[in-house]
């Protein structure tokens, strides 16, 4: 019998170089194949007849050979092989190359249930190189076939193959228990071996679902249970005594008024870093783009360094933590606090006498990125860690943060406007401060929904707007048209054309089939063509998250210093950068993204003194893709916005998505939770959490999920 632990090479043909193959997936043991997910799945169960399903299309077929199959030579060496089958309907053809063995398998009036996609071949309907799978009145073929991620040298067939090994092989005792048992009953969960057997092989739509929940609610619960112990890490401390500032140098040194909301923010983290319980502070400044959380932060910097303490600011990307340095540097010299900037491309000089100055407390203050400052920097005498978590949570750095300095006091800065109910469950570890006012005179940015039809004056207004002397984002969902060998390589890959037919009706990717179907638009391959066919004379710039981070920082740099006119990218200037020269942002497939992203996206722009436009682009066919858009059309609030996100998708949106990310340090990805669109569902692991006392297993899950010893 095997368990989660065994090696891969004990199941039959796994050898040596099977095994590695595996391993770049990260299978090394059954458990890692098991929790290789599908990410989609066809649907073969949808059988249809040969006259009702048009040229080009991917379909299931139940058909009867009628002639034997005939193998000839070709070019090359190249053999076909081809017969003819029939259904109720019409007969075709179905052509082989280089699989002569296949004239073995088809037998003249036996049945098969083939999958591929339909063409036609001078008026006769063929199926190239279709999968196929025998009919037999004693065992009902599966309605889905798993499709799985794979890697060079790995087919579909293979890897389904192994994980099927597996499930018969394993002791049904040895599946994991994460869940508290009154999970199972309160939610009709099905028990974790069954939920293994129903995801990767679903004999219907209605296990598939069962499967589904299961995972769904299994990792909602984990993530629930880390967050939940990290807070309790926390309940007791020795925080820094604080007393009491003057606040008046720094309103006075201010370059403006504090708007309302920045005052109550700042008075809360002031109660927080002064209270004589000693309790560190553990707060989440929440706001929309743009309502100076950086003032905030600041203040709170303040205070410590007045008190003879130090502080540091984590960012997420140098760019960023540049961007901060610029900022506050200034600022803070002027009232008497050193500050210094430590990342990766600082000089090695450099980055010496600043840890040194951090050691011997010269420097009051050191703006930084997460990598740099969790490493080996030592304080003379910390108080305040800040970090800056932009949109994606940096959930588990930030329990790990907790988990060590327990006696600091913890600020946590984040963009992404998020309604209360939600921020309360998911940052549950923290208090929260909202900075729900944005200060005066800020600019709407228009907003416009176009389709395909208007490229040319898109391409128009583009050129208008540099020819004025503005900047323009185009932000695209993909970084290359085909991502990753994930999807070639493999002939049933064939087969599943991302968003024709047959695919069900979400894929684990976290995005829903049902908007897959426009074209993407890929970073790359757009921007070259921007280049030489569109605007020959314009500079066109491009950036990815799989550049490396100083490259990424230079293209970067350059579009702020207006060296580049269009910055054609991916996701990730999201996190941040202020180029108050950008007026126009583009962004194409914009069904692909959540409201609160494309809020955050638009926040990119109209930062400065010119009218400031947000154009999304799609050719989305799907209704309720088109009107959720139009939520950005009617508000320029992030929190109605996230709010409108919410309520029309679930609070999946909100966590950290799967695609191109810079890949940060200390992100949490979830793979089912991303479509789980129930607030309750969510409410309820937290309230398991913290309310039963959890299995081994889920500890063990929870160890592994935040790398993290409670
Ligand atoms: P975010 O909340 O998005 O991080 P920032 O803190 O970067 O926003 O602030 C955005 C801009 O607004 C900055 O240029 C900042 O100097 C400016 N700002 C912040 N607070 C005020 C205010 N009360 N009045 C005017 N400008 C402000
Ligand atoms: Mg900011």
């Given amino acids: 019998m095997l368990n989660f ?26 458990g890692e194949l098991l929790r290789h997910f599908p990410r989609a799945y066809q649907h073969r169960g949808n059988v249809r007849l040969l006259s009702e399903v048009a040229e080009g299309e991917v379909a299931a077929f139940i058909l009867t050979v009628r002639t034997q199959p005939v193998t000839k030579m070709v070019k090359n060496r190249m053999t076909i092989t081809e017969f003819r089958a029939f259904d109720d309907s019409r007969s075709c053809n179905i052509v082989f190359f280089n699989q002569r063995y296949v004239g073995d398998i088809f037998g003249i009036g036996d ?77 009709r969960l099905c028990s974790p071996a069954e939920a293994y057997r129903f995801i990767h092989f679903p004999q219907n739509y209605a296990e598939l679902e069962r499967g589904r929940s299961y995972f769904v609610f299994e990792e909602l619960y984990v993530f629930a249970l880390g967050l939940t112990r990290a807070k309790r890490v926390r309940t007791t401390g020795d925080a820094p005594k604080l007393e009491p500032v003057d606040p008046r140098e720094f309103l006075e040194t201010l370059p403006f008024e504090l708007t309302g909301a920045q005052k109550r923010v700042i008075n809360e983290i002031y109660a927080d870093m002064t209270s004589p319980t000693r309790k560190p502070m553990a707060r989440l400044v929440s706001g929309d783009v743009g309502s100076g959380k950086t003032i905030c932060a600041a203040a709170a910097v303040y205070i410590a360094v007045k008190n003879g303490y130090q502080a540091s600011l984590m960012a997420p990307t140098e760019i960023l933590a540049a961007q901060h340095y610029e900022d506050l540097s200034n600022l803070f010299s002027r009232m008497g606090i050193t500050t210094a900037l430590l990342t990766g491309s600082t000089k090695a000089s450099e980055k010496k006498a600043i840890k040194e100055g951090l050691a011997d407390g010269a420097i009051d203050f050191v703006i930084g990125t997460h990598a740099l400052l969790t490493d080996d920097v030592e304080f003379k005498n910390p108080a305040l860690v800040i970090t800056d978590e932009q949109h994606r949570f940096g959930v588990v750095q930030r329990a790990r943060l907790a988990s060590k300095g327990r006696d600091l006091h913890v600020l946590v800065m984040s963009a992404t406007p ?47 707007n540099v020819a004025e002397g503005g900047q323009v984002y185009i932000v695209c969902p993909t970084i290359e048209e085909q991502e990753d060998e994930e999807f070639g390589g493999d002939e049933l890959d064939e087969g599943l054309v991302i968003g024709e037919g047959g695919v069900v009706g979400f894929d684990f990717d976290g995005t829903r089939e049902s908007e897959r179907s426009p074209k993407l638009k890929s970073a790359a391959a757009y921007a070259e063509k921007l280049q030489k066919e569109v605007f020959p004379d314009l500079r066109v710039g491009l950036v990815h998250g799989k550049m490396r981070p100083a490259e990424k920082d230079s293209v970067m740099r350059q579009f702020a210093a207006g060296n580049i006119d269009i910055l054609v990218s991916t996701t990730v200037i999201e996190v941040g950068i202020n180029v108050p020269n950008a007026s126009l942002m583009i962004v194409e497939n914009a069904e692909r993204f959540g409201l609160a992203q494309l809020h955050q996206l638009r926040g990119r722009v109209g930062r400065g003194v010119r009218k400031s436009y947000c154009v999304l682009v799609s050719d989305s066919k799907n209704e309720q893709s088109l009107q959720r858009l139009q939520v950005l059309r009617e508000t320029s609030d992030g929190y109605k916005v996230a709010q409108a996100d919410l309520d029309m998708r679930g609070p999946g949106d909100f966590f950290p998505r799967v695609g191109d990310t810079t890949r940060q340090h200390g992100e949490l990805r979830f793979r089912f939770a991303s479509l789980c669109g129930d607030m309750e569902l969510l409410k309820s692991a937290f309230e398991l959490a913290s309310s039963c006392e959890p299995t081994k297993d889920a500890l063990e899950a929870v160890r592994g999920l935040f790398d993290i010893e409670y």
């Avoid at 065994?6 to 043991?29: D, H």
């Avoid at 040298?153 to 994460?178: C, M, S």
């Fill in 5 to 30: 632990q065994s090696p891969i090479k004990n199941l039959r043909g796994v050898g040596e170089t099977r095994a590695k193959q595996l391993s770049r997936l990260g299978i090394t043991n059954v």
């Fill in 111 to 187: 049945t098969f249930r083939f999958w591929g996609k339909l063409t036609y071949d001078r008026g006769v309907p063929t199926l190239i190189s279709p999968a196929y799978e025998p009919v037999r009145e004693d065992r009902p073929l599966p309605e889905f076939v798993p499709i799985y991620r794979l890697t060079s040298g790995l087919t579909q067939k293979y890897l389904g193959g192994l994980a099927q090994a597996a499930l018969e092989r394993i002791d049904p005792a040895a599946y994991p228990r994460l869940l508290p048992e009154r999970a199972y009953m309160e939610h």
């Fill in 418 to 464: 998020i309604p209360r109910t939600l921020a309360m469950i998911l940052y549950g570890d923290l208090d929260i401060s909202m900075v729900d006012e944005l200060p005066p005179g800020r600019q709407k940015v228009g907003t416009y929904i176009v389709d395909e039809s208007y490229r040319q004056r898109l391409n128009n207004f583009i050129a208008k």
